[in-house]
């Protein structure tokens, strides 16, 4: 462990701004995800919550995907939110607006994503006066909470009864999609690992909506759009933002200024090269391959 050295991203934006009042429980809200919508970044469940809203509440994305790869399956769910009319916008971002403008126009940020990097779309909002909702990532989120941001609009997982999607179904879409990624590490699946990635994604007679494909999301969106009243069996059954998200959100400002703004960044870069000026070096290793 003495020869790694973390260094956190700076996280920045156009112009931070004070904390601005936010719209009051009555009022429609407007959630905006900034992001760009490649698959990891679980656009389904943003359309979820789309048509479950109360009406005249509406959802908004920043940015269509750049890879063309990633493009079918983009557009796909544009074309079903547009023939579902749910309310959600698409590459709002598009306009030359800077993010900062677009989250004050926003009442919270949202995120729904299965996999991130660094994720600043959990620290951004803040600079702008504005809180984070949505999926919670917390191999990310524990290490944000020991530099003392605090995220409190943010679910675990989002259930929903493994009936809607049949259990035999749910089990083979795991099991594929769990082998082709093994086999992209020259890796065989057995039935021990399917066993462990479907209990990892169910409990409870339900599984969680990020772990479903494109097309079980779907199913599932139908459904709730068919029969409103069976939301109350996915949990949690609704999203907003705390009451006491003003605190939070001040007390994230405190913590980025300190622990994460670029003259942070540039004391913790300066002080892991002068680590390695002052060390000597030993000779490289490979890691073992199976670790």
Not at 154 to 159: E, I, K, P, T, V
Not at 260 to 272: F, M
Request: charged share 25%; net charge neutral.
């Amino acid at each position: 462990e003495g020869h790694l050295h973390l260094v956190h991203n700076p996280v920045e934006i156009e112009s931070a701004t004070t904390v601005e009042p936010g719209a009051n429980a009555e009022a429609n809200k407007n959630f905006l995800y900034p992001s760009r919508a490649i698959r990891r970044k679980n656009i389904g469940e943003l359309l979820l919550w789309a048509a479950t809203a109360p009406p005249g509440d509406r959802f908004a994305v920043t940015m269509a995907p750049q890879n063309p790869s990633q493009r079918p399956a983009y557009d796909a769910w544009v074309r079903f939110a547009y023939d579902r009319r749910l309310p959600v916008d698409f590459e709002v971002g598009g306009g030359g607006q800077p993010l900062a403008a677009l989250l004050r126009a926003s009442t919270a940020a949202i995120t729904t994503s299965i996999t991130e990097g660094f994720a600043l779309a959990f620290l951004e909002p803040a600079l702008a006066g504005r809180p984070i909702i949505g999926r919670d990532l917390p191999e990310i989120t524990r290490g944000l909470a020991g530099l003392g941001v605090d995220l409190p609009g943010l679910y675990a997982r989002l259930d929903v009864p493994i009936s809607w999607v049949g259990a035999d179904r749910l089990r083979h879409v795991i099991a594929d999609a769990l082998s082709r990624s093994r086999e992209l590490f020259g890796r065989g699946t057995s039935q021990p690992d399917i066993d462990a990635a479907l209990a990892a994604a169910c409990r409870d007679e339900r599984v969680d909506f990020g772990r479903l494909d494109e097309a079980m999301q779907r199913g599932v969106i139908e459904r709730l759009l068919a029969s409103p009243g069976e939301r109350s069996a996915i949990a949690p059954a609704d999203i907003g933002p705390p009451p006491d998200w003003r605190t939070s959100v001040t007390r994230n400002r405190q913590a980025i200024a300190k622990e994460l703004s670029p003259d942070a960044y540039a004391r913790r870069l300066g002080d892991t090269y002068a680590a390695l000026l002052d060390s000597r070096p030993s000779p490289p290793k490979a890691p073992a391959p199976d670790a």
